[in-house]
């Protein structure tokens, strides 16, 4: 059966309602808050600031550290073993491969930038989410970077291409692939894609066009987010 | 045909594009991508003639030779002194350095600056490695007493300082307080009055925070004013 109409209602190029803060944490040296539908990602950038263990350290530039977390009650009810785990190192990992290209440490030997991604709340696509939080919170810092990093997942459920799957969409009986794509806007390059499930060619060609697409929407999003911060206290005139 | 996309004094996010075409100038926080100028780092642009720069609005302290810096001792070592600078690296205060007086080798370093002493000192040297030395030796460098110390970002420090410090002794004048501000952003604020010690901490406060906005000396000059109750003189006008 042809998957014809999305579980929410949405149109299959339509994402879910999003919504981006920056400086949000008030001790971390930059911020930012990413919603998309009940998906939320907080993240924290401190840094950069000396590298312990000192063995880490890398003496030609700075390093950039992400870690991720999900809450143990951010999913649909199970409950999440709070500590490291497979998934979490992956995803941290990932995280940290795609905000990389973009970001300059050069002038930061030894040093270390510290992400902290973590999701109060969680319905698919937090590595999207966490990714595009985490560049907002980059630029709040002051970090040098070449380019802002958003992030979307896209996929397909029985040959419908469709952007932004929910868990349940992921979870749907059918042949679905699940691709989540990071882009860089302004140079029109991909940092991250991955992919779980099955999927024919020229759709997984035309997935990747819609999450480009998507990423630019999320790009404005960031961009007014993070100058919305400046102007609210261009307020106090 | 060049193209300026961006308005003087406007705020940008890494990555946006600032102008097109080749007759416009990268200058810092900018860098050239093809036929485009984009910007690397939040900041304000600066639009000189055909150069465009950003002033940055955040970031870490990164230190610079010829800076004077307000650091307090986090550990002492044979040789000397380490001072957290309230950056990624720390300083190294050597014996030689440290004043006018001859210290011997393995004296009481903590008899001249113990833990937590906070110190003006200026930065002679940084090496790539980012292997940072300072001095004491110098007029106006010496250790701090009492007062209280309050942060602000390193790159707020010019506006703090104002032209020429008329920012800052327009500050000083009104409260009375005696002020050093560091490059690193750490400001030392001293005065026997509490409240007026803690307006003018607010007064710097406000000044780092409304930094890019523009009329500041005037917005500033009005706000004391109105805490103070006196009028409030500036040696230069406008900012």
């Given amino acids: 059966m042809a998957y014809t109409k999305r579980l929410d209602k949405r149109k299959f190029d339509e994402p879910r309602e999003m919504e981006a803060k920056v400086g949000i944490i008030p001790r971390a040296d930059g911020s930012a808050m990413f919603r998309m539908g009940n998906t939320i990602a907080y993240a924290a950038v401190y840094g950069p600031r000396s590298m312990f263990p000192r063995f880490l350290q890398d003496p030609q530039r700075g390093t ?6 999900m809450m143990p009650f951010s999913s649909g009810g199970e409950r999440v073993r709070p500590g490291p785990s497979r998934r979490s190192r992956e995803i941290s990992m990932i995280t940290e491969k795609a905000l990389l290209p973009v970001i300059d440490l050069s002038h930061f030997p030894n040093a270390v930038v510290d992400v902290f991604v973590e999701l109060p709340q969680t319905d698919s696509g937090t590595r999207c989410a966490g990714i595009t939080a985490a560049a907002m919170a980059l630029a709040d810092a002051g970090i040098v970077m070449k380019d802002l990093v958003s992030s979307i ?73 993070l100058k919305e911060k400046f102007k609210i206290k261009g307020d106090s005139k | 045909m060049s193209k300026l996309l961006i308005k003087d004094k406007e705020i940008t996010v890494p990555g946006e594009v600032l102008a097109e075409g080749m007759d416009y100038l990268p200058g810092i926080g900018t860098y050239r991508e093809g036929q485009t100028i984009r910007a690397s780092r939040i900041g304000l642009v600066n639009i000189d003639g ?15 030779r010829g800076d004077t810096i307000i650091g307090f001792i986090k550990e002492i070592i044979m040789s000397g002194w380490l001072i957290d ?72 420090v010019p506006r703090v300082i104002g032209k020429k410090g008329s920012m800052v002794s327009m500050v000083k004048q009104a409260t009375g307080s005696k002020v050093i501000v560091g490059q690193n952003g750490t400001t030392w604020v001293q005065n026997d009055d509490p409240k007026m010690e803690l307006l003018t901490v607010k007064t710097i406060e406000k000044i780092a925070e409304e930094s890019h906005i523009s009329g500041l000396t005037d917005r500033i000059k009005k706000f004391l004013e109105k805490e103070t109750g006196k009028k409030v003189e500036t040696k230069v006008e406008g900012e």
């Fill in chain 1, 64 to 69: 950039l550290r992400c870690h991720y977390n």
């Fill in chain 2, 50 to 64: 055909r150069a465009i720069k950003l002033i940055p609005l955040a970031g870490r302290y990164e230190p610079k």
């Fill in chain 2, 85 to 156: 600078l309230d950056s990624p690296y720390h300083a190294m205060l050597s014996l030689k350095d440290a004043g006018s007086e001859y210290i011997a080798k393995g004296a009481d370093l903590t008899k001249y600056y113990t833990f937590g002493d906070y110190v003006v000192c200026k930065i002679t040297q940084v090496t790539t490695q980012k292997l940072v030395d300072v001095t004491m030796k110098g007029p106006g460098l010496r250790k701090l007493y009492g007062g209280r110390i309050i942060k602000i970002n390193t790159h707020k």
């Fill in chain 1, 153 to 225: 997942s896209v996929g397909s459920i029985d040959g419908q291409v469709l952007v932004d799957l929910t868990y349940d969409e992921e979870a749907y009986e059918g042949v679905v692939a699940d691709i989540p794509v990071a882009y860089l806007p302004g140079s029109e390059k991909l940092t991250l894609l991955q992919m779980d499930g099955i999927v024919a060619k020229d759709i997984l060609k035309k997935a990747i066009e819609l999450g480009k697409k998507t990423c630019k929407d999320i790009y404005e999003l960031q961009k007014n987010a």
